[in-house]
Each structure stands twice: as C-alpha cells, then as structure tokens.
C-alpha cells in the first residue's frame, strides 16, 4: 500500500504477507489495521486523503461491491465494499488488482502515450488488463481481463478456478515452481540441488536461479511456460490488435528480457500478419508500484469524473 500525490509520487509505501490460514475477515482486519499504521508513522490524518483506491484478486459483481470469486484464496462472494466503507470515511473505490496495475502503467507508466494496452501480471497466479481507447475496459459485469483463464492446453492441467488448461496453470509463478519442485523431488530428492530450490521463500528468484544453472529438467520446464505465454499473447493480439502490451509482476521482474525474447518469437511465428507488427512488447520498470499507482490512477479518474 502506498500513500501518493496528484502527480504519482508515491510519497510513502509499506508491505505486508498476506497472513495464511486466516478467513477473509481477520486478512481486512489486518489491512485495515496496516493502513491505520502506515497514516500515523506518515503523520498523515485519514480526512486529508483526496480518496482511496483499493485493487483486490479475483472477479467482481458489476457494481463493484462483493468480490464474486478470487480462486487463489478461494473466496467466494465478499462484501468487501461493506467492509471498508465503514472503516473508511473517505471516498473509497475497487478494482481487481491487475486492472490497476495496468491502468498504473497507462497512466503513469510505458503506456501514458498509448490508446490501447494489455497488461499481463504473473504472480501467484496470471492477471490481465485491458485498456481501450484510454479507458479501463471491465466488460459486461466487470470480469474482462482474466487473461490467466485462458485455455491453452485442452484438457491440460488443472486450475484453481476449477477448470483445466488455463494459462494460469501452466504459466503463472506457483505452477512453473511446483513443476519443477516435483521433477527435482524425483530426480534430485535429498541433494543440494532440492533443498537450495525448496528453501529459496522468493519463488520467482528460485527459478530464475534453476533456469541460470542451466539444469535441463528446470529449463524446459520453463521455455514450455514461455512458449504458452507466447501463445497466449498471440490470442490477444489478434483479438484485440492492441499497441502495447506489458508484462509484470514478480517473474517478468526475474526474467525480463528473456520472457519478451521467446513471447516475441512465438508472437512472429504465429499471430496474424497486419495484427503484431507494430505492438510493442515490453516488461514495465514500475516493478511492485504499478498496483499503488493505478489505485491512485482510479481515484483521480473517479474524483474527476465526478467534478
């Protein structure tokens, strides 16, 4: 969380674990309660901020109130609007998390100059954003940009959303790290090589680690999820034929250039002529900020929308 200015300084930031086996109650309260603490050591008093903008997993119902279905904690149906207007006596407006961290990107970001953009965050799982004509782009009920939902592999591997093949499962942080702690399980069980990967708490640092070493199993592993976000990208570009499309979160920081090297050359191999030719691919340099700045971005967008 972070407290910025009209201008998208970020004037303070603090972070915090997501707490594990906790209901979704005691995880706001805890929110709730950093939020309190980081105003005070900021010397900042809560009737001061113009609004607040908060980016949560998962879909939404389209008035933004209840958080319909966020698979990676396995939330169903959070009032989660309810929850913090009562807390907070300020203006106060959601968003999924990776729609404001593309609008971050567009607003304040790789995208200021650009009409139309995707935005695709790998984390825990794969998120995505959409802007269109330089607006946030949510769709009919407000679940538009769950691009780690696509369905790559027919049949493929099981997703936490329940259903099978989505990129999600094939490409997002958490499934590239169990599939490579499960091949060295059989190959490596009771060496370095697994206890080093095992023990290493940053899972993006764990496999660019395993992919440096050069290990076989760990790289293949890893270009056959880089091919999938390739293939992925291609989808998106022929649907949407858009100018920019951005990857962040905590692989593409790792990875950088070497996951926009192999998504570009799937990209070349297999979209349609006309569609990516001018697309600029890129990873953003806004790093663990984009979700900060597009909550801020959405509160200036509210509050002037409004005036």
């Known amino acids: 969380m972070g407290i910025v200015d009209p201008d ?59 958080i319909s279905f966020a698979p990676n904690l396995n939330w169903k149906n959070i009032p989660i609007k309810s929850y913090f207007t009562q807390k907070f006596p300020v203006p106060i407006w959601f968003e999924n998390d990776t729609n404001l961290s593309t609008l971050g990107v567009a607003t304040f970001g790789e995208g200021r100059n650009s009409d139309s953009i995707i935005g695709i965050f790998i984390g825990t799982g794969i998120g995505g954003g959409l802007i269109i004509d330089k607006k946030l782009y949510t769709g009919n009920t407000g679940g538009a940009g769950e691009i780690g939902h696509m369905v790559i592999i027919e049949n493929g591997p099981q997703c936490q959303c329940g259903n099978r093949g989505c990129l999600e499962a094939i490409a997002s942080t958490s499934a590239i790290h169990q599939k490579i702690y499960r091949s060295y399980l059989r190959q490596y069980e009771g060496s370095g090589i697994l206890n080093k990967f095992k023990e290493n708490p940053n899972k993006s640092d764990a496999i660019k680690t395993a992919f440096s070493s050069g290990e076989p199993a760990a790289v293949a592993i890893i270009n056959e999820a880089f091919y999938s976000l390739g293939i992925g990208t291609v989808s998106l570009i022929n649907l949407v034929n858009p100018e920019l499309i951005v990857f962040g979160g905590g692989l593409a920081e790792s990875f950088g250039d070497i996951i926009i090297k192999s998504v570009k050359q799937t990209v070349e191999q297999r979209a349609m002529p006309g569609t990516y030719e001018n697309v600029r691919i890129t990873c953003t340099a806004l790093g663990e900020d984009a979700p900060i700045l597009g909550a801020a971005a959405l509160v200036k967008m509210k509050l002037e929308n409004d005036d």
């Not at 674990?17 to 309260?29: Q, S």
């Open 8 to 66: 998208g300084q970020i004037l303070t930031r603090y972070m915090l674990l997501t707490p594990g086996n906790k209901t979704w109650m005691e995880i706001m309260d805890q929110i709730h309660a950093s939020f309190i603490d980081m105003l005070k050591q900021s010397d900042i008093a809560i009737n001061e901020l113009k609004g607040i903008g908060i980016g949560c997993p998962g879909t939404f119902d389209s008035k933004r109130e209840t």
